[in-house]
């Protein structure tokens, strides 16, 4: 009830009055249990034209996985874009592209995993994911992918450029030859 509060006397123009609650909030609640009542602590901030402060409430939400981490990025990238840190805040925004990429191909392909987009699309995001840093995410998403497809060429084509930049030469030749190519 406290962050509906806050939303409304934000929305009101009520800034401080939401502030006040926010910080109640925080006070109270750790950010994994209320990231909402965080990441509200920091548009407040960006509201108020204070960016700087806004980014470390921005970053904390960002760095928990879940529902908010996409639109605190867009949030953080915001900030850092107004504070001058314009090639940190291009980092963010792609991570937050990627991470709404994600999100549609799960949608799309639903909890059946039936395949309304491509492989090559997916496997595409999935390489998205491995160049931006996030190689954890990529290389789950390419595991789905082989799950279901066991010869999906894309799939295999991604994980052997993978394991060459990695150094691993024998797993990335086995992937190399499970996607019908042999250098």
Same mark, same amino acid.
């Given at each position: 009830? @406290?962050?509906?509060?806050?939303? %409304?006397? $934000?929305? *009101?123009? /009520?800034?401080?009055?939401?502030? &006040?609650?926010?910080?109640? !909030?925080?006070?109270?609640?750790?950010?994994?249990?209320?990231?909402?009542?965080?990441?509200?602590?920091? *548009? !407040?901030?960006?509201?108020?034209? $204070?960016?700087?402060?806004?980014?470390?409430? =921005?970053? #904390?939400?960002?760095? %928990?996985?879940?529902?908010?981490?996409?639109?605190?990025?867009?949030?953080?990238?915001?900030? =850092?874009?107004?504070?001058?840190?314009?090639?940190?805040?291009?980092?963010?925004?792609?991570?937050?592209? @990627?991470?709404?990429?994600?999100?549609?191909?799960?949608?799309?392909? +639903?909890?059946?995993?039936?395949?309304?987009?491509? *492989?090559?699309? $997916?496997? /595409?995001?999935?390489?998205?994911?491995?160049?931006? +840093?996030?190689?954890?995410?990529? !290389? #789950?998403?390419?595991?789905?992918? !082989?799950?279901?497809?066991?010869?999906?060429?894309? &799939?295999?084509?991604?994980?052997?450029?993978?394991?060459?930049?990695? +150094?691993?030469?024998?797993?990335?030749?086995?992937? /190399?030859?499970? $996607? +019908?190519?042999?250098?």
């Amino acid at each position: 009830m @406290l962050l509906v509060q806050a939303k %409304i006397y $934000q929305r *009101t123009d /009520r800034a401080r009055e939401a502030a &006040a609650v926010v910080d109640q !909030l925080v006070r109270a609640y750790d950010i994994r249990n209320f990231p909402e009542a965080y990441m509200l602590r920091g *548009t !407040l901030y960006l509201d108020a034209n $204070q960016p700087a402060e806004a980014i470390p409430w =921005l970053r #904390r939400v960002a760095a %928990i996985p879940g529902p908010d981490r996409r639109n605190a990025l867009y949030e953080l990238a915001k900030a =850092l874009n107004l504070v001058g840190q314009s090639q940190e805040a291009e980092k963010v925004m792609k991570e937050a592209r @990627l991470l709404q990429e994600h999100d549609f191909l799960r949608e799309m392909t +639903g909890e059946t995993g039936s395949t309304r987009v491509s *492989t090559s699309a $997916q496997a /595409r995001l999935a390489e998205d994911m491995m160049n931006a +840093g996030r190689s954890e995410d990529g !290389l #789950r998403l390419l595991e789905q992918l !082989l799950e279901k497809d066991p010869n999906c060429a894309s &799939a295999h084509r991604v994980l052997a450029d993978y394991y060459e930049k990695q +150094g691993q030469s024998e797993r990335a030749a086995e992937h /190399r030859r499970r $996607q +019908g190519f042999t250098p």
